[in-house]
């Protein structure tokens, strides 16, 4: 059952109307209302209220009685619906044009076109669902993989929230426990009871760290690893991008300084979304559009997560590459890639320690036949930070990650004043109110309009 996140239903007073189906034609098409005059609209549109929550064949009428549209309604009374108000869904075929006419029809009847989000946002205020819920209706249907769906459907259906409430719940009984000693201060603890609050503060401290953890892996299936290939030109990045790619994106010509602009692509790796930028190659150079594309080369570099420096197989690092690696942002994540091992009779092997640091890692490969271009992909995870398996992955967002981290600061800081009841007590409260911003029992106005302001409209 979910959590109500308000200490009261939000009650709107205007119906919201919207197109629920992607745009363009296809067999079935939705429009959707929700609010307190529905009813009224469903009796002007369908000629009666049709029986709750059962599938009715109808015919959606204009002004003069003349059809529309003829598919199924679906009523909802609330508070048994998605957004807790009474809901309202006409199915019917999925062409623009009648979708368009229904739609103006509902809005000629008195509703009111939806907001991005706003179903969702109702559903939110009424206690339906929390906002980590609410999030992950976006995350699943958003989702680029497998995995990242069901990391995304897990949250939805409340694991990552029952998981917070969980955590919320250990640190509640700290607390009363504590300000019991505040509040009676006869009743003073004895070493063996605040010997008991350590430990328990030590597992609630590692119960955080194990959702942290869990929450990682799914902002990482969400936001991916931006990648970005860079080196002298003619070296083969174009190469390298259409061979991760599998398709041919960038244009390769022995040319060097083919590449003007940057090219993209995104893979998936173990469900994990990498964002691969090709870039134009680096040198000193007179001409004016390729000196642009230098330019935004650097500007990618310093946005990316992590960085291929490509050089060729028969080549040792020289002053050029030297070069570059100076200007390259501290700690940024580097893999030198020696390309082209199959004109130079090299193996693909990756160097020792490749995967224990990866500001170090050397790869050999070939980007024409694909050998070692594997090793490349395990060095992109292991930069990621991806860990195998995924079934205990929750869909988590920055602002997830930055409220676990600051709880777990505020459970570090309290073990530090475990001797002072009063101060122990104020971190465990900061912790339990950071934990609850994840699930909106705090959450600002303004965060409510970052969020539900990304989602499409009609949920």
Known sequence: MPATTVPTP???????????????????????????????????????????????????????????????????????????????????????????????????????????????LRAYLNGKIDLAQAESVADLIDASSAEAAQSAARSLVGDFSKEVRGLVDRLVELRMQVEAGIDFPEEEIDPAGREALAQRLAAATQQLDRLTAAAAQGALLRDGLTVVLIGRPNVGKSSLLNRLAGEDLAIVTPIAGTTRDQVRASITLEGVPVHLIDTAGLRETDDEVEKIGITRTWAAVRAAGAAVLIAEAGEMIGPAEATILAELPTNLPVAWVYNKIDLHGRDATMRAKSLQDANHTSIYLSALTGAGVDGLRQWMLHVAGWKPGSDGVFMARARHLDALRQARQHLQQATAVAGQFELFAEELRLAQRALSTITGEFSADDLLGEIFSRFCIGK
Request: with cysteine.
């Open 10 to 120: 939000h009650v709107s007073r205007e119906t919201i109307a919207a197109i629920a189906t992607a745009p363009g034609r296809a067999g079935i098409g939705v429009v959707r209302l929700s609010g307190k005059g529905v009813g009224r609209l469903a009796e002007a549109l369908l000629g009666k209220l049709p029986p709750a929550r059962l599938a009715t064949l109808a015919v959606f009428a204009d002004e003069t009685g003349q059809p529309i549209d003829q598919g199924v309604a679906l009523w909802f009374p609330a508070p048994h619906s998605y957004t807790g108000e009474d809901v309202l869904e006409l199915q019917g075929h999925g062409g623009p044009a009648v979708l368009q006419r229904l739609l103006r029809r509902c809005l000629e009847l008195g509703a009111r076109l939806a907001e991005p989000g706003e179903f969702t």
